[in-house]
């Protein structure tokens, strides 16, 4: 078994009240032996894994049957190994021995199915499996599907639906109380921002050297890299890219940067007049300095996205795709191809229909505004006029679902399911995207895409599915329904007195349970 980090979660009984009480957290604070503090940006707001269940198991709370390695492999975890029938609609996944939760319960194969079958009406990315049943069988969980499901074990990485014990689940099937089964586990929790964690003795795998963690939320990025300056904290997640350079110079803290599988996209709605023909999306797309905005904004060439997908995603990477050039001549030519005229104020204008509109983006990444007002510019030149929202990232779901959307600017992370068909077939393949819950292609549809889609899930054959997956890169490459503007680096700051930090690229888990304090 490759060795992996576990993640473990016990939100302790008894009443929030308690829980929360000020003398018993400070006295976790000050006589907290071996105490390591790690600092994210992500408030936890309720303890539902479909909800935050990703800081649950980035801060080694909890864990499922299957795990993603930092290498993009996946893995067993709670399970020991799996087999699928000739026809990919049964799957049995075999438990390893001996692995128990936090409130010292076995995890048996009627456990596991209990807290799946829970889980699974909330779990969204799970709906595409297709899941008739769950059976336990001795020390097997037995999937059986309604149709062929290839990409299975990736699935089961989702967040969404790792494995929590009977207690932590209360009468409305609703998790109560986290109790889950990796190395740590919840001592005290403060909603929306702090856990305190202690070493889980009884875990399976090898365990923490560290016996306590203390993991917080803190949103802002000026904060956070104040925090690193001052060398506030052992690890601090999301240092804002105008500010390392100051870290890394400062002395306090060592910074730590790998390019991740997530990119800032735009989504234009490809039902209203300035978007129905590819050209303005095309013509749009080489209105983009990518390397200006990477360098500049971005602080690293390296992110100027050629692709939706980055390399640290090779099944879903070709490196002789045609890239998105910088070519404002070649987009004038589209434009005035398409037959989009430009006005006395330098505004195109196409029947009637002024070649305009807005992006709408949010600040909690603090470089997307800026690179909207980078876009607002670039795209002045060729002659579309850009207006700039900043608010929630809620208000781009709003407005694709009221049809108001013009463009919306996201940051979508590609490898949440490991697979990027999870993806690729919920922001592209849908009757009616506007109906979406987050980001994803408004009005866009492609029937060749689809059935590629469709065909890869119940696919076994690698070979097969590779060359679906070449195929659909390219369509997406050639037709723009999103346009990537920029790959994303996860950058750390990582104190000098810790040993055996992992910058996971694909952002699954923080790995506290391999850090140790330097003699």
Not at 293 to 300: E, L, Q, S, V, W
Request: proline share 6%.
């Amino acid at each position: 078994m490759t060795d992996i980090s576990r993640r473990t979660v016990l939100l302790g009984s008894g009443t929030l009240a308690a829980l929360l009480a000020a003398p018993r957290w400070l006295e976790a604070q000050e006589n907290a032996p071996k105490s390591i503090r790690a600092i994210q940006p992500w408030e936890f707001k309720s303890i539902q894994p479909a909800e935050s269940g990703f800081v649950l198991n980035r801060a080694s709370i909890a864990e499922g049957l299957t795990a993603l390695q930092p290498d993009g492999s996946v893995v067993p975890c709670l399970a020991a190994s799996w087999t699928a029938s000739d026809d990919a609609k049964e799957w049995r996944f075999v438990l390893r021995e001996g692995i128990v939760f936090h409130d010292g319960t076995p995890v048996t194969a009627e456990a596991v199915k209990a807290s799946m079958e829970a889980l699974l009406p909330q779990a969204r990315r799970l709906s595409a499996v297709h899941i008739a049943s769950i059976t336990a069988e001795g020390k097997e969980v037995v999937f059986h599907l309604e149709k062929p499901f290839g990409p299975l074990p990736a699935y089961l990485c989702d967040y969404a639906i790792s494995v929590y014990a009977p207690a932590a689940f209360g009468p409305d099937g609703q998790v109560a109380q986290v109790i889950s089964t990796g190395p740590f586990k919840v001592d005290a929790i403060e909603l929306p921002r702090r856990l305190s964690l202690v070493r889980h003795d009884g875990y399976w795998g090898e365990k923490p050297v560290v016996e306590r963690a203390e993991f917080e939320a803190v949103a802002n990025g000026e904060t956070r890299a104040n925090m690193a300056l001052a060398g506030d904290a052992d690890v601090i997640m999301n240092i804002p890219t105008p500010s390392v350079s100051r870290i890394a110079s400062s002395g306090t803290m060592q910074v730590h940067e790998v390019i991740n599988p997530r990119v800032h996209a735009l989504y234009p709605d490809c039902g209203k007049p300035q978007f129905s023909d590819v050209r303005t999306r095309r013509a749009l797309s080489l209105a983009i300095d990518r390397t200006a905005i990477a360098k500049t904004i971005m602080r690293n060439a390296d992110l100027a996205a050629t692709q939706l997908f980055p390399p640290v995603m090779p099944d879903w990477h070709f490196d002789d795709l045609p890239r998105y050039d910088y070519d404002m001549a070649a987009a004038e030519a589209l434009l005035d191809d398409a037959g989009w005229v430009k006005g006395p104020d330098g505004i195109r204008s196409k029947d009637g229909v002024r070649f305009a509109g807005t992006i709408r983006t949010f600040p909690n990444r603090p470089e997307m505004p800026v690179i909207a007002a980078a876009l607002q510019a670039m795209f002045k030149t060729v002659g579309y006029e850009l207006a700039i929202s900043i608010g929630e990232a809620s208000a781009i779901v709003e407005a694709k679902q009221n049809g108001t959307l013009d463009i919306g600017f996201s940051s979508r992370h590609l490898a949440i399911v490991p697979d990027g068909i999870a993806v690729i077939s919920s922001e592209f393949v849908v009757e009616d995207s506007r109906n979406q819950s987050d980001t994803g292609a408004t009005n866009w549809r492609n029937e060749e895409f689809d059935k590629l889609c469709d065909a890869y899930y119940g696919e076994t054959d690698e070979k097969v599915r590779a060359t679906s997956r070449r195929r659909l890169t390219e369509i997406l490459q050639e037709d723009l329904p999103a346009i990537p503007i920029v790959w994303y680096s996860q950058i750390f700051a990582v104190s000098d007195r810790v040993d055996g930090f992992v910058n996971d690229p694909f952002e699954q888990r923080l790995y506290l349970d391999r850090l140790s304090f330097k003699a």
